[in-house]
DNA sequence: CCCTATCACCCAGTTACATCA
DNA sequence: AATGATGTAACTGGGTGATAG
């Protein structure tokens, strides 16, 4: 019955990104254990805990009838350090794993469950904020490489008003397809080198670049 | 084989408590 | 001392895959 779905570790996702390292390699954490659910109280730190900074340990009967309290564990140090040490290497735990860190800590099992699931969340809530971060960047990268972009066209259309019959067809070897819209483009730069770039990208679009094969569609 | 129920696990979102400024 | 902001442990509800009957 015990299904190993642990092992898929992590999905991550990442971009590459030129001068913006995204690995995942935060420390953050990685398991956790859902279903548990119907468990158990967790607030009820296994005895033994003599933890130094730990909460001291408490019977929750209910205070006149009432729900006790929720209590919340504070991790000490040595019991967080050794948690992300264990995340560093899996971002899971299959059952035996989660026992024996359990064990190590003077933990539930279902606490270390908690834990890890709350760190892949961490981790992945901080993994979305770079790749946000990233976007703003390319975003502000690509208007100002349109910015250029225009300038250029209204310099081509000057220069187009200043010939004599105002007919002046680019070169051949100027144009190019475009990777995306597999439209006929014309290379507005000086390397045409920079209009293969594109197709050698993981980004969704036209990656922002000093020379650029333009396509307006 | 299908179907259904149960279990164990995960995730996203939320709540509530501890701590700090 | 009171308080709002922040971090995070714990909870909730829903989804999924494996397994058994």
């Known amino acids: 019955m015990e299904n190993f779905r642990n092992n898929y ?23 956790s254990g859902g279903g548990a659910m119907k468990e158990l109280d967790i607030n009820q730190v296994p005895s033994s805990g003599t933890e130094e900074e730990c909460m001291e340990e408490e019977d929750e009967s209910p205070i006149n009838g009432g729900p006790a309290p929720r209590k919340k564990l504070r991790l000490t140090k040595e019991q967080s350090r050794l948690l992300e040490e264990s995340f560093r290497h899996n971002q899971t735990l299959n059952p035996k794993q989660k026992e024996i860190l359990a064990e190590q800590l003077h933990l539930k099992p279902r606490q270390v469950e908690v834990w890890f699931q709350n760190r892949r969340a961490r981790s992945k809530l901080k993994q979305t904020e770079m790749e946000c971060e990233y976007l703003k960047r390319w975003f502000a ?25 105002g007919q002046v067809p680019p070169p051949a070897s100027n144009l190019t397809m475009c990777p995306r819209c597999q439209r006929v483009t014309t290379t507005t730069t000086t390397t045409a080198a920079a209009a293969t770039a594109t197709t050698n990208t993981n980004m969704p679009f036209h990656q922002p670049r000093q020379t650029s094969t333009v396509c307006y569609n």
């Open 9 to 31: 570790s992590c999905l991550q996702l990442t971009i590459a990104m030129p001068g913006f390292s995204s690995s995942p390699s935060l420390p953050s954490s990685g398991e």
């Open 141 to 165: 990268s690509l208007k100002e490489q349109n910015r250029k972009l225009q300038k250029e066209v209204e310099e081509l259309r000057a220069m187009k008003v200043g010939q004599p019959n």
